[in-house]
């Protein structure tokens, strides 16, 4: 049973356009988050919803929308996608500070 | 601003060894720190999580310990196996943020 999954797993787009990212979790946690891994493995936090609300929004492009429309889904959509939107984004989920990640969403932006 | 590192970027050891990966962070207020490992390609697996007001965590042949007055951590793995061949990275939580700060990781190799 996958406590945090996302799909695609695989995504290869042009510059331009635009694309959807979906999360869902099964941990019935309250907090989830959207982190970018980029080409050094370096992780980096974007968004974070609690209950549905964002409290974090990291200075990301307004190109990036994420949508959380009940506590267990956070979707990303990304608008206009640029070559420099590759990466690897995770989604997340938390309770009480322990942090589980899905496995990744690899987007290549041609 | 909380900064994480991660040192070595890169270890390779041979099959049986223990060995220590260590983590500094700039802020010594952390709400709590957390220790993971990512193989190619996949998700993070959170290994050991840390509260601030403990001083180490043990699960099976991995132990963590953190010294929040120093700005360190240490993941010691006993007796390493090919298969704890992985990325490890730490990561910090501060109070009132519920995000992480990462480092950028230690690539692990044990050679069989």
């Known amino acids: 049973d996958t406590a945090v999954s996302q799909t695609p797993k695989y995504l290869v787009t042009q510059m331009g356009n635009d694309k959807s990212i979906k999360c869902e979790q099964n941990?019935?946690?309250?907090?989830m988050y959207w982190y970018k891994q980029d080409s050094k493995k370096f992780l980096k936090i974007m968004f974070s919803?609690?209950?549905?609300?964002?409290?974090i929004n990291e200075t990301v492009p307004n190109r990036f929308s994420p949508k959380s429309p009940d506590k267990a889904h956070l979707n990303l959509h990304i608008n206009s996608l640029e070559l420099g939107d590759s990466a690897v984004y995770f989604c997340?989920?938390?309770?009480?500070?322990?942090?589980?990640f899905g496995e990744g969403s690899r987007l290549t932006v041609l | 601003k909380q900064e994480v590192t991660q040192i070595p970027a890169a270890l390779s050891v041979p099959e049986g060894e223990n060995l220590v990966l260590n983590c500094s962070f700039t802020?010594?207020?952390?709400?709590?720190l957390q220790w993971f490992r990512q193989d190619p390609g996949k998700g993070l697996t959170s290994l050991l999580l840390?509260?601030?007001?403990?001083r180490e965590q043990t699960s099976g042949r991995l132990n963590a310990s953190l010294d929040k007055s120093s700005g360190r951590s240490t993941l010691y793995i006993a007796a390493s196996q090919p298969g704890d061949s992985a990325t490890y990275l730490c990561?910090?939580?501060?109070?009132?943020?519920?995000?992480?700060?990462f480092g950028s990781g230690t690539r692990l190799q044990v050679q069989p």
């Open positions: 990561a910090v939580r501060i109070p009132g943020r519920r995000a992480l700060t």
């Open positions: 802020d010594s207020a952390i709400y709590n």
């Open positions: 919803y609690n209950n549905k609300e964002l409290i």
């Open positions: 941990l019935g946690h309250d907090t």
């Open positions: 840390i509260q601030s007001s403990q």
């Open positions: 997340a989920s938390s309770q009480e500070g322990e942090l589980f």
